[in-house]
């Protein structure tokens, strides 16, 4: 269990952390969505102890931070956005460490360091130096290092910045069994794509502020954000061409080359109509692209501004 | 937290096992520099690992003497010095000036074997060429050194050799005294035995002198009395003769008489026949009267009567009364005088041959090393680039290695983990203060092997300074990686006050060779501690204690160091 209670923090005149609270159960993951200098990581920051909270606290597998730091700590696992590893030292290496810094018995180590390595894909290159491997195998390498000493709570932050595909898959994986194994996840983001494939919920948070937490259909549906559909014609659609299709709004859109128009729907199952609306008025429909909402688009409505453009 | 100590510091080493370049930078770069710089600066310090023959001299003898094979030997035994004789003044002076194949040409001009033994002075002609400063000035310097022996020990000899005559005169002066004191001795001997002689002899004497004056007496009294005897037969005969001619005197007279008488009668005629011109005669001449009271018939010739009592008066006198032979004493023997022959006075050494300056250079323990050999410059520049090269490793290994961790992210995550920050500078000091003397021992060992350094008297006091720097530097590291903020900064930072340190500490050169001002500056320096007890214990070939002071006070400032880096480590990373 991760529980953040009303923390707070600043920097000179700049608020870091204006009030934060949530909690982060047992076998559940939940994103800690923003954009950049949200101030995801210093929550994240705060909750494993590197730096401390102006007030407010934050608890660790039940353990108070402040009142007991090393038993909170032995319970945590934090893999940092960036790759803390030892480049010279080779996985097997940086693991072992990782994990015995953390009170691991020699043998322990070892044997959860293989097992780790199996879980990121690594166990072919255990002996392999660090600084041998692609950003991906670091990441995932990152991730294990995090989660050696079987912690009862696991902060990332950012953990798939720069990662292709397959790594990230692999740390979705291995996220997910730490999840399932009783893991408290706290996965730290900016990438809506992420929180929505891999988070139970999800905290949205900017300027500091926690601007929301739920499920993603939770927070879609609090922003009230509704689908919306674009299309491309052979020729343009005059205003009022979706007159008559109950819930449907005309938005205005422009494109440089070719003609197209966008609407928002009540529902999906408008789209046909829809289609069939802008063929008839355009002559022919080249291209639609139904857009679901999404956190981003929660996001947007709840804080007036881009995920990932934060002013 | 000892736990994460011990995990920081096997992770340390790990880290440095794998960082090829910082072994490089802990091991093979030192050697190489201390090569470099060792064979470089050699002949500043005029070490021994100069090869045979690296300085060559040009040499012209026109003296031929011994003086000059003096000079040619001790300049062949120079193990830094070849000769090239030159033929003449003008090819040892084209030789060094023109030619430049010399250092220094030399010439040993004629008479100089003279002029030192007999006591004058000589001068060798040196051409040198001024580029060749440090060149010129350590011949000059063996030069001095060999002219300061030969005259040394042509003083030395004559010393000698008035000491000898000294000593022999003293000798034939204690002979002298000697003589005296016998010649004294033998004339009191002689005196004594003149008196003993004297009263020996007295009674024989006298007895002799009677018997002769007896003998005497009686050859006189027989020769008196013959005498007498022919004196009174002559006399008597004498008498006689002259009885008979007075009385021939007193008939003349009386015939004289009448014929006065006569004459008086005829004058008184003729003056009568003269009548008138009787008074034209001249009175006849005056016939004198004989004496009134001559009465020659009185006169009677008797022997001379007082001749018998003139022998008996003579015979009397010759009675010898007994002789009272009271000999003389014999005058004192002459007094032998006494010989006052000084002492032969001790020859104040001021007053004899000056002696000549030298040098005797001597160890610490009091052994003559000999003549002014310099030291071997890895003896310096060893444990010098050994401490540069320590603090370069304490740079990488603390400074950088801290922002690195800092960077790397681990420095969070492990302080998210349970090992505090001080747990995690524990160990890094630690381990790099390990590194750090192992460092030291391997490039010390090295030195021993490659170059040839001295260990000093005992080799395991090096491990006092070695381990005190070690700890300085490292806790120095921990103050660098505080102010410089990025590893950028950090390196030129680290750079300059190590680079800066080692010079001022004498690392890189003895530090005498710096003003006072600056030598009194480096006292705040590690630096200056170490290498003063590196080259007490390797070039001053102290005892072992005198490092501990040095080193003590390396400790302390890696307790300053340390204090102060954590302070700032942990307003910077904590």
Same mark, same amino acid.
């Given at each position: 269990m991760i529980?953040?209670e =009303?923390?707070?923090?600043r920097?000179g005149d700049?608020v870091?952390?204006?009030?934060?609270?949530f909690?982060?159960n047992a076998?559940?993951?939940?994103?800690?969505?923003?954009p950049?200098?949200a101030?995801?990581?210093?929550?994240l920051?705060?909750?494993?102890?590197v730096?401390?909270p102006?007030?407010?606290r934050?608890?660790?597998a039940?353990h108070?931070?402040?009142?007991?730091?090393?038993v909170?700590?032995?319970?945590?696992?934090?893999?940092?956005?960036?790759l803390?590893?030892y480049?010279?030292l080779?996985?097997?290496?940086?693991?072992?460490?990782w994990?015995?810094i953390q009170?691991?018995?020699s043998?322990d180590?070892?044997?959860?360091?293989?097992?780790?390595?199996?879980?990121v894909?690594? +166990?072919d290159?255990a +002996?392999?130096?660090?600084?041998?491997?692609?950003?991906g195998?670091m990441r995932?390498?990152n991730?294990?290092?995090?989660?050696?000493?079987?912690?009862?709570?696991i902060?990332l =932050?950012e953990?798939?910045?720069?990662?292709?595909?397959?790594s990230r898959?692999r740390?979705f994986a291995?996220?997910e069994?730490a999840a399932?194994a009783?893991g408290?996840i706290l996965?730290?983001t900016h990438y809506?794509?992420?929180a929505?494939r891999l988070?139970?919920?999800?905290?949205?948070? +900017?300027?500091?502020?926690?601007?929301a937490?739920g499920?993603d259909?939770?927070?879609?549906?609090l922003?009230?954000?509704?689908?919306?559909i674009?299309?491309?014609?052979?020729?343009?659609?005059?205003?009022?061409?979706?007159?008559g299709?109950?819930?449907?709004?005309?938005l205005?859109?422009?494109v440089? =080359?070719g003609?197209?128009a966008?609407?928002t729907?009540?529902?999906?199952d408008q789209?046909p109509?829809v289609?069939?609306?802008a063929?008839?008025?355009g002559d022919?429909?080249i291209?639609f692209?139904?857009?679901r909402?999404n956190?981003? =688009?929660?996001?947007l409505?709840?804080?007036?501004h881009a995920?990932? +453009?934060?002013p | 937290?000892l736990?994460?100590?011990?995990?920081?510091?096997?992770?340390?080493?790990l880290?440095?096992r794998?960082?090829?370049v910082?072994?490089?930078m802990?091991?093979?770069a030192p050697?190489?520099?201390?090569?470099a710089?060792g064979?470089s600066?050699a002949?500043i310090y005029?070490g021994?690992t100069v090869p045979?023959?690296?300085?060559s001299i040009?040499?012209?003898d026109e003296?031929?003497g011994?003086i000059?094979r003096?000079?040619f030997d001790a300049?062949a035994?120079?193990?830094?010095?070849?000769?090239i004789e030159?033929?003449s003044?003008?090819d040892?002076?084209?030789?060094?000036r023109?030619r430049?194949?010399a250092?220094?040409?030399?010439?040993?001009?004629a008479?100089?074997?003279?002029?030192?033994?007999?006591?004058r002075?000589a001068r060798?002609?040196l051409y040198?060429?001024p580029v060749?400063y440090?060149?010129t000035?350590?011949?000059e310097l063996?030069?001095s050194e060999?002219?300061?022996k030969i005259?040394a020990g042509a003083?030395?000899?004559?010393r000698?050799q008035?000491a000898?005559?000294?000593?022999?005169f003293?000798?034939k002066?204690?002979?002298a005294?000697?003589?005296?004191?016998?010649?004294?001795a033998d004339a009191?001997?002689?005196?004594t035995?003149?008196e003993?002689s004297r009263?020996?002899?007295?009674p024989?004497?006298?007895?002799?002198i009677e018997t002769a004056?007896?003998a005497?007496?009686?050859r006189t009294?027989?020769a008196?009395?013959t005498?007498?005897d022919?004196?009174?037969?002559?006399?008597d005969?004498?008498t006689?003769?002259?009885q008979?001619?007075?009385?021939e005197l007193?008939d003349?007279?009386g015939?004289l008489e009448?014929?006065?008488?006569?004459f008086e009668?005829w004058?008184?005629?003729?003056?009568?026949?003269?009548?008138?011109?009787?008074?034209?005669?001249p009175p006849p001449?005056?016939?004198?009267?004989?004496?009134?009271?001559?009465?020659l018939g009185?006169i009677k010739l008797?022997p001379?009567a007082?001749?018998r009592?003139a022998r008996?008066?003579l015979?009397s006198?010759?009675?010898?009364?007994?002789i009272?032979?009271n000999l003389?004493?014999?005058?004192?023997?002459p007094?032998?005088?006494?010989?006052?022959?000084p002492?032969m006075p001790?020859?104040?050494p001021s007053?004899?041959?000056p002696g000549s300056?030298?040098?005797?250079e001597?160890?610490?323990t009091?052994?003559?090393i000999?003549?002014f050999a310099?030291f071997?410059?890895?003896?310096l520049?060893v444990?010098?680039?050994?401490?540069?090269?320590l603090?370069?490793g304490?740079?990488?290994?603390v400074?950088l290695?801290?922002?690195?961790?800092h960077?790397?992210g681990t420095l969070?995550?492990?302080?998210s983990?349970s090992?505090?920050?001080w747990?995690?500078?524990t160990?890094?000091?630690?381990a790099?203060?390990?590194?750090?003397f192992i460092?030291m021992a391997v490039l010390f060992?090295a030195?021993y092997?490659?170059f040839g350094?001295?260990?000093?008297r005992n080799?395991?006091?090096l491990i006092m300074?070695?381990?005190?720097?070690?700890?300085?530097?490292a806790?120095f590291?921990l103050?660098?990686a505080g102010v410089?903020?990025?590893?950028?900064?950090?390196?030129?930072?680290?750079?300059?006050?190590?680079?800066t340190?080692?010079?001022i500490?004498g690392?890189w050169?003895?530090?005498d060779?710096?003003?006072v001002?600056?030598?009194h500056?480096?006292l705040?320096l590690?630096?200056t501690?170490?290498m003063r007890?590196f080259?007490?214990l390797?070039?001053?070939?102290?005892?072992?204690?005198?490092?501990?002071i040095?080193?003590?006070?390396?400790?302390?400032f890696?307790?300053?160091?340390t204090?102060v880096?954590v302070a700032?480590?942990r307003r910077?990373?904590?």
């Amino acid at each position: 269990m991760i529980r953040a209670e =009303d923390l707070r923090k600043r920097y000179g005149d700049r608020v870091a952390l204006d009030g934060v609270s949530f909690t982060v159960n047992a076998g559940e993951i939940v994103g800690l969505l923003g954009p950049n200098g949200a101030g995801k990581t210093t929550t994240l920051s705060i909750l494993s102890g590197v730096i401390a909270p102006d007030s407010g606290r934050a608890l660790i597998a039940t353990h108070d931070l402040a009142a007991d730091p090393r038993v909170a700590r032995r319970s945590l696992g934090l893999v940092p956005q960036s790759l803390a590893l030892y480049p010279t030292l080779t996985a097997l290496e940086n693991l072992l460490f990782w994990g015995r810094i953390q009170g691991m018995a020699s043998s322990d180590a070892l044997r959860h360091a293989r097992t780790l390595l199996v879980e990121v894909g690594l +166990d072919d290159r255990a +002996d392999d130096a660090v600084n041998e491997f692609s950003g991906g195998m670091m990441r995932r390498l990152n991730i294990a290092c995090g989660m050696m000493h079987f912690p009862a709570a696991i902060m990332l =932050d950012e953990p798939t910045v720069g990662v292709d595909p397959q790594s990230r898959g692999r740390i979705f994986a291995v996220v997910e069994a730490a999840a399932q194994a009783g893991g408290a996840i706290l996965y730290s983001t900016h990438y809506m794509e992420e929180a929505e494939r891999l988070c139970d919920r999800i905290v949205l948070i +900017d300027h500091g502020n926690m601007v929301a937490q739920g499920t993603d259909r939770e927070l879609i549906a609090l922003a009230g954000t509704e689908p919306r559909i674009e299309i491309m014609t052979k020729k343009a659609l005059p205003p009022g061409w979706s007159k008559g299709i109950a819930g449907v709004g005309e938005l205005p859109w422009e494109v440089v =080359d070719g003609f197209a128009a966008a609407a928002t729907l009540h529902a999906l199952d408008q789209v046909p109509d829809v289609i069939k609306r802008a063929g008839e008025v355009g002559d022919e429909v080249i291209e639609f692209h139904v857009h679901r909402p999404n956190l981003q =688009d929660a996001f947007l409505k709840l804080t007036g501004h881009a995920l990932r +453009d934060a002013p | 937290m000892l736990r994460a100590v011990w995990l920081t510091i096997g992770k340390e080493f790990l880290l440095i096992r794998r960082d090829r370049v910082g072994l490089f930078m802990l091991l093979v770069a030192p050697i190489a520099v201390i090569a470099a710089a060792g064979f470089s600066l050699a002949k500043i310090y005029g070490g021994r690992t100069v090869p045979r023959g690296e300085y060559s001299i040009a040499v012209f003898d026109e003296d031929h003497g011994a003086i000059a094979r003096a000079i040619f030997d001790a300049l062949a035994q120079q193990p830094d010095l070849a000769i090239i004789e030159s033929s003449s003044r003008r090819d040892a002076e084209q030789t060094v000036r023109e030619r430049k194949l010399a250092v220094v040409g030399i010439v040993i001009p004629a008479g100089t074997t003279d002029a030192i033994e007999h006591g004058r002075g000589a001068r060798l002609i040196l051409y040198t060429d001024p580029v060749k400063y440090l060149q010129t000035i350590k011949v000059e310097l063996a030069l001095s050194e060999l002219c300061s022996k030969i005259t040394a020990g042509a003083a030395s000899q004559a010393r000698s050799q008035t000491a000898e005559q000294t000593q022999s005169f003293t000798r034939k002066l204690d002979q002298a005294r000697q003589s005296a004191q016998q010649a004294r001795a033998d004339a009191a001997r002689l005196a004594t035995q003149a008196e003993v002689s004297r009263a020996a002899i007295e009674p024989k004497i006298r007895a002799h002198i009677e018997t002769a004056l007896a003998a005497a007496r009686d050859r006189t009294k027989l020769a008196l009395d013959t005498e007498m005897d022919r004196i009174q037969r002559k006399l008597d005969a004498d008498t006689a003769a002259q009885q008979a001619k007075l009385d021939e005197l007193k008939d003349y007279l009386g015939r004289l008489e009448v014929a006065h008488g006569q004459f008086e009668s005829w004058f008184g005629q003729l003056q009568q026949l003269a009548g008138s011109h009787a008074a034209d005669i001249p009175p006849p001449p005056a016939i004198p009267s004989p004496p009134a009271d001559l009465n020659l018939g009185g006169i009677k010739l008797e022997p001379v009567a007082e001749l018998r009592d003139a022998r008996t008066r003579l015979e009397s006198a010759l009675t010898i009364p007994p002789i009272d032979l009271n000999l003389p004493q014999l005058p004192p023997a002459p007094k032998v005088p006494l010989l006052n022959i000084p002492e032969m006075p001790v020859i104040d050494p001021s007053l004899s041959i000056p002696g000549s300056l030298g040098i005797t250079e001597v160890d610490s323990t009091g052994k003559e090393i000999g003549e002014f050999a310099g030291f071997n410059a890895f003896d310096l520049q060893v444990p010098g680039f050994a401490v540069t090269f320590l603090l370069i490793g304490m740079l990488m290994g603390v400074s950088l290695a801290l922002i690195d961790e800092h960077d790397w992210g681990t420095l969070e995550r492990l302080r998210s983990a349970s090992a505090p920050l001080w747990a995690t500078l524990t160990g890094k000091l630690l381990a790099r203060f390990v590194v750090g003397f192992i460092q030291m021992a391997v490039l010390f060992a090295a030195g021993y092997v490659l170059f040839g350094i001295s260990l000093g008297r005992n080799p395991v006091a090096l491990i006092m300074p070695a381990a005190a720097i070690a700890f300085a530097g490292a806790a120095f590291g921990l103050i660098v990686a505080g102010v410089g903020r990025t590893r950028d900064a950090v390196l030129p930072v680290g750079a300059i006050v190590i680079m800066t340190m080692a010079a001022i500490g004498g690392c890189w050169w003895p530090i005498d060779f710096e003003p006072v001002w600056m030598q009194h500056v480096a006292l705040a320096l590690p630096t200056t501690w170490a290498m003063r007890a590196f080259n007490d214990l390797m070039i001053r070939n102290l005892v072992a204690s005198s490092a501990v002071i040095p080193a003590a006070v390396n400790f302390g400032f890696g307790i300053i160091y340390t204090v102060v880096g954590v302070a700032i480590a942990r307003r910077r990373f904590g």
